[in-house]
């Protein structure tokens, strides 16, 4: 049995805890894991991309290794509730069998009698891939009925999908209500303890990295870092509605949140009150579209032209932030530094990547655009950690409990409430 961690109050005491894969009986046990393997597919249905696939494998060699049978559960893109051909899992499966020189069965649904079937054939270290979750508009919707059928399959659940602990699904949290016992895998363990690292018991200074779009998908995030961070660096497109809020004229084609700039200006305040070093580019890059052919140039941010937008953060803000790090013990860093799909609004962004992959801190980094700029960079190698789950990462930012982790949560009270004697 594993005693439980604090994690933004997730797991804290004999109660609040959940079980991982190795500290059960597995053998000869029908397990339904949960996985994530949502994987980019060009026009022809080849993968792209088998990071998520070879994410899963620690769990899946360990669950051979015990002699269990193994039904894996996934959902592929956004169906919407019908079955689409060019959506279905079956390359997953044979990508599968190749990384683990093992046959996996791929289902031609995940419920129903032919499924069922099937799980009842199964051998002990037999593999099967259901079909994608997705094709029922009962997955989303964390159907009851369609949780049943999910846990009737199995003897034990896992939740190796940190990427879709956030949404309250029927594979993530019906399912739990219809299995005796439910568990997290290795790679949903390795994001809580890191994240709980990071987060609760972090080696200072703990500095945060916030990019991307909008402060209105990340403003909770940043608020909670408030609490915690010693340094908040700000980049992206998020951060003209930080410049606007201390009356910078950031050009009429710059996206901002007029909506959000009192409330960037609270932030700001508060960041001064509490003692935490807030940095927003000090210059930029500017263009005159949002297009690879546009005409760029590099001003201060007090000299944006009038009808040309921000698009990246310019070589001083770099430069000063590249020092921001230089001290720093903890990096936790989410979103990109401008419009990085354009390799002309690239720079910033892949600067911060070798600014962040040069220091000597525990580093930890979330969210796809992100990853993709590592990877692209070539430097995800010198990351200590890089999440699977961009929407669950933040959410942790958020200090938000995720329905996936409170499931497990619950299916593993329920567990106890039945052991202890009355």
């Known amino acids: 049995m594993v005693d439980g961690f604090g994690l933004l109050g997730i797991m804290t005491n004999r109660e609040n805890r959940i079980f991982y894969i190795n500290d059960i009986d597995i053998k000869g046990k029908a397990l339904f894991i949960r996985v994530d393997l949502n994987v980019p597919y060009d026009e022809n249905q080849n993968i792209t991309d088998d990071t998520r696939i070879r994410g899963i494998l620690p769990t899946v060699n360990y669950a051979l290794d015990e002699g269990a049978k193994i039904i894996l559960a996934s959902h592929m893109g956004r169906p919407k509730g019908e079955a689409v051909p060019q959506l279905s899992l079956a390359p997953v499966a044979r990508r599968l069998s190749r990384l683990l020189k093992k046959e996996v069965v791929a289902a031609p649904d995940c419920v129903g009698p032919e499924v069922r079937e099937i799980v009842r054939d199964m051998k002990d270290g037999d593999i099967v891939l259901l079909e994608n979750l997705r094709y029922h508009p009962e997955e989303e919707m964390n159907d009851e009925d369609f949780g049943r059928e999910l846990g009737g399959l199995c003897d034990i659940y896992v939740n190796d999908a940190f990427a879709v602990a956030h949404r309250a699904h029927a594979s993530v949290v019906a399912v739990t209500h219809f299995v005796d016992v439910c ?6 363990k390795n994001e809580l303890l890191y994240f709980h690292r990071a987060m609760e018991d972090p080696a200072r200074p703990l500095v945060a990295i916030i990019g991307g779009a909008k402060v209105s998908s990340k403003i909770s995030a940043v608020e909670n870092l408030l609490e915690t961070a010693d340094k908040l660096i700000i980049g992206g497109a998020m951060a003209n509605t930080f410049l606007k809020a201390i009356y910078y004229d950031i050009g009429a084609k710059s996206l901002v949140e007029e909506e959000l700039v009192e409330k960037a200006r609270s932030i700001m305040r508060k960041a001064r009150r509490r003692g935490v070093k807030f940095y927003i580019p000090v210059d930029c890059v500017v263009a005159d579209r949002f297009d690879k052919k546009a005409e760029t140039k590099i001003t201060t941010v007090q000299e944006v032209p009038e009808d040309w937008m921000i698009v990246d953060i310019g070589p001083a803000t770099s430069f000063l932030y590249s020092e921001a790090l230089s001290n720093a013990k903890t990096i936790i860093w989410n979103g990109p530094m401008g419009a990085f799909e354009i390799d002309a609004f690239s720079r910033g962004t892949y600067q911060m990547v070798q600014a962040v992959a040069s220091t000597y801190s525990m580093t930890i980094v979330g969210g796809g655009d ?14 200590s950690y890089i999440s699977t789950g961009g929407g669950a990462f933040l959410k942790l930012m958020e200090g938000a409990r995720l329905p996936g982790i409170v499931a497990l949560e619950e299916c593993h009270r329920r567990v106890q409430e039945k052991e202890e004697p009355l």
């Not at 568990?183 to 949903?188: P, W």
């Not at 992100?370 to 990351?383: C, M, N, P, Q, W």
Request: glycine share 10%; aromatic share 4%.
């Open 370 to 383: 992100t990853d993709v700029a590592l990877h692209r960079a070539g430097e995800s190698s010198r990351i």
């Open 183 to 188: 568990v997290a895998g290795f790679l949903m």
